[in-house]
C-alpha cells in the first residue's frame, strides 16, 4: 500500500518521483549547461567552432521546442498511452539522445540527438509532475500537496546544481563526449529508479476518459499544429532572413496561427468563460517577457560567463579546486583546428573536416596584454559552465526564505494574489537584468572583465523572481481555464515557456552586433519592468476571475 503512516510522512511515491526527477534534471540541465560551450568551441578539442549566432540560434531553437513539445506528449498521455508508459518512452529517448551527443564530429547526429530530446522531453516532463498531483488527489493527502511540489522542485535542483561540476570535470579530464554521456547515464539511473517504485506509483496512473467537450487531438492537429507545420515551412523557405536565420523565421512564422487560434478561442467564448480565457492570455503575454530572461541562463549569459567575466581563480584556492578538474586551463597559442560547421564547408567547397587557424581562447578576447601568461605558462580559469549552477544554488538558498515571507504575508491576510506575483516576479525578473546592465557599465568590457559578482547577483535576483511566477503558472491554468479547454490552456502556457527560450535566442543571435552590451540587457530589462507596471491595474479584476474560476471547479 503507498499510504501515508499515521507520523504525517509522504508516501513513498514522492521519493520514487523525486529522485527519478532528480537524475532527468541532472541529465537535461548538463546538457544545457554545455550545449553552446559545445557548439562554440575552437579550442581544437572536439567541438564545432562555430560562431555565437549560429550557436545561440541552436540553443534558443532547441529550447523553444524543448518546451513546446510538452503540450502534445501531455494530451497523448492523457488520452492514450498514461503517465508511467509516456515517463518510459520519454526517458529512454532522452537518454538516447545524450549518448548520441556524445559521438563527435557529425552535424546530422548532432540534430537527430537534439531531435530525440526534444521529442522525449515532451513524454516525460509534464507526466511526472502530472502523476505527482494524482497522488496527492486523494483527500487525505490533499493537505500536504504543497509541501510535496516544493519537496519535488527541490529535487529538480539538486540534479540542476550538481551537474555542471560532473560536466566540468568530464570536459576538462577526458572530453565533451564523456561529458554528455553522463547526461545519458543520469537518465537511466533515473529510469532504473522509477522502475524499481512504479508499484508506488501505479494507482495514479489513470488514464481521462475522453468527455464530449474535449476537442479531439485530430482536431487540435488540424486547427493547430498543421497551420503552424505550413508556416514554419513558409518562413524557412523565403529567400533571406527577416529574424537573424531560417530556423527563426520558420518559429515566428509558425507561432502566428498558433496565436491566431488562441484568441479565436476566446473570441468564440461566452460570458464567464471569456473572461477566463481572457485572464490566462494576458498573464501569458507576460509570461513570455518572463520565460525570454529565465532562458537567457544558457544563452547570452553563458556568453557573458565564458568570456566578460573574472574567472581566474585565486591562487590560495587553486590547489582546492584542482584534484575536481574544476579549473580551465588556457594559453597564448593558437592551432589548426578542424572545423566541422556544414554551411562553412559549404561556402569553402571543402571535403570532409576543414583545417583553420583558430583565434585564441575567447577569454583573451578582453584581458589586457599585460595580463595575458607568459609563453610556457598558463591562465587558470574557473570553467564556465560552472555559472550555471548559480540559479539552482540561490534557489536552494532562497526557497525557504521566499515561502516564509509568503506565509508571512498570509498570516497578516496581505496575501498576495496570483496576478500580482505574476507583476512582481515580472518586475523583479527585469531588474536581475538591471543588474547586468550595471556590470556593462561598471568598466570598458571590451578591455576589461568584471568581477564574478555581478553574475552571482543578477542570478540572485532573478531567483526571486523564479520562485514568485514559475510555481504558480500551472496551478493558475489548472484553476482557470474552463474545464473544456483545460488541456488547451496548459498548451498554452508551455507555448508562452516556449517563445521565450527561443526570444531569449534570437536577441542573443545579435549579441556580436551589440557594440554597447548593456543595451542588450536593457531591452529585456525595460520591456519586463513596463509589462509587470502595467499588470498591476488590472491585478484585482484579473484575481477575481482567478477567485471565481477555482471556486466554481471545486
Known amino acids: 500500500m503507498n499510504q501515508p503512516a499515521k507520523t504525517g510522512k509522504h508516501p513513498r511515491g514522492l521519493y520514487v518521483l523525486f529522485f527519478t526527477e532528480m537524475w532527468e534534471r541532472f541529465g537535461y540541465y548538463l546538457m544545457i549547461g554545455i550545449l553552446l560551450l559545445y557548439l562554440t568551441d575552437t579550442t581544437g578539442h572536439g567541438g564545432f567552432g562555430m560562431d555565437n549566432a549560429r550557436g545561440v540560434d541552436i540553443v534558443g531553437t532547441y529550447v523553444a521546442l524543448v ?3 510538452p503540450f502534445i506528449g501531455g494530451l497523448i498521455a492523457d488520452r492514450y498511452l498514461g503517465y508511467i508508459k509516456s515517463i518510459f518512452i520519454g526517458g529512454s529517448l532522452m537518454a538516447l539522445g545524450y549518448f548520441l551527443l556524445s559521438i563527435p564530429g557529425n552535424s546530422t547526429l548532432l540534430y537527430i540527438s537534439l531531435l530525440c530530446v526534444i521529442v522525449g522531453n515532451g513524454f516525460f516532463k509534464p507526466n511526472i509532475s502530472t502523476l505527482l498531483g494524482n ?6 493527502l490533499r493537505p500536504k500537496k504543497d509541501v510535496a511540489y516544493n519537496i519535488f ?3 529538480i535542483n539538486i540534479g540542476a546544481f550538481v551537474c555542471n561540476f560532473v560536466a566540468a570535470y568530464l570536459r576538462i579530464n577526458y572530453t565533451w563526449g564523456w561529458a554528455f554521456a553522463a547526461a545519458g547515464i543520469g537518465m537511466v539511473l533515473g529510469l532504473i529508479w522509477f522502475a524499481t517504485g512504479v508499484k508506488h506509483v501505479k494507482h495514479a496512473d489513470v488514464i481521462k476518459p475522453v468527455q464530449k467537450e474535449d476537442m479531439p487531438i485530430s482536431k487540435i492537429f488540424l486547427y493547430v499544429f498543421l497551420p503552424a507545420i505550413i508556416a514554419g515551412a513558409i518562413g524557412w523557405f523565403i529567400p533571406g532572413n527577416l529574424i537573424g536565420s531560417d530556423s527563426n523565421d520558420a518559429f515566428i512564422f509558425a507561432c502566428v496561427p498558433i496565436i491566431i487560434f488562441y484568441f479565436g478561442i476566446w473570441f468564440r467564448a461566452k460570458g464567464f468563460d471569456r473572461k477566463r480565457v481572457s485572464t490566462l492570455l494576458i498573464l501569458f503575454g507576460v509570461a513570455i517577457i518572463f520565460w525570454n530572461i529565465y532562458n537567457q541562463n ?3 549569459l ?7 567575466t573574472d574567472r581566474e581563480a585565486p591562487k590560495a584556492v587553486q ?5 575536481f578538474a574544476f579549473l580551465n586551463t588556457i594559453n597564448t597559442k593558437t592551432q589548426e583546428v578542424p572545423i566541422l560547421d556544414e554551411q562553412f564547408k559549404a561556402k569553402t567547397g571543402a571535403d570532409g573536416n ?3 587557424h583558430q583565434g585564441l581562447d575567447p577569454y583573451l578576447q578582453n584581458l589586457p596584454k599585460e595580463k595575458w601568461p607568459p609563453e610556457g605558462q598558463d591562465l587558470k580559469l574557473v570553467s564556465t559552465e560552472i555559472y550555471q549552477s548559480i540559479n539552482p544554488f540561490w534557489i536552494i538558498v532562497l526557497t525557504p526564505i521566499i515561502v516564509g515571507f509568503f506565509g508571512w504575508l498570509k498570516s497578516r491576510r496581505k496575501e498576495l494574489s496570483t496576478p500580482n506575483k505574476f507583476a512582481w516576479g515580472t518586475i523583479i525578473a527585469g531588474l536581475s537584468s538591471v543588474v547586468m546592465v550595471a556590470a556593462c557599465l561598471s568598466t570598458n568590457v571590451y578591455h576589461n572583465k568584471v568581477s564574478t559578482g555581478w553574475i552571482f547577483a543578477s542570478y540572485g535576483v532573478f531567483t526571486i523572481s523564479e520562485l514568485f511566477v514559475s510555481p504558480v503558472g500551472l496551478s493558475l491554468v489548472s484553476k482557470v481555464a474552463p474545464r473544456r479547454l483545460t488541456a488547451l490552456m496548459m498548451g498554452g502556457w508551455f507555448i508562452t515557456t516556449s517563445l521565450g527560450g527561443k526570444i531569449s535566442g534570437i536577441l542573443a543571435g545579435f549579441w556580436d552586433k551589440f557594440d554597447n552590451k548593456a543595451v542588450f540587457f536593457a531591452i529585456s530589462a525595460i520591456a519586463a519592468i513596463v509589462a509587470g507596471l502595467l499588470l498591476f491595474p488590472l491585478a484585482k479584476r484579473l484575481n477575481k476571475v482567478v477567485v ?7
Open 135 to 140: 497522488i496527492y488527489n486523494k483527500e487525505e
Open 302 to 308: 553563458t556568453i557573458w560567463a565564458q568570456t566578460y
Open 319 to 323: 590547489p582546492l579546486l584542482k584534484p
Open 67 to 69: 518546451y513546446l513539445t
Open 298 to 300: 544558457s544563452t547570452a
Open 153 to 155: 522542485y527541490m529535487g
Open 354 to 356: 576543414v583545417l583553420t
Open 548 to 554: 471565481e474560476a477555482a471556486e466554481s471547479n471545486d
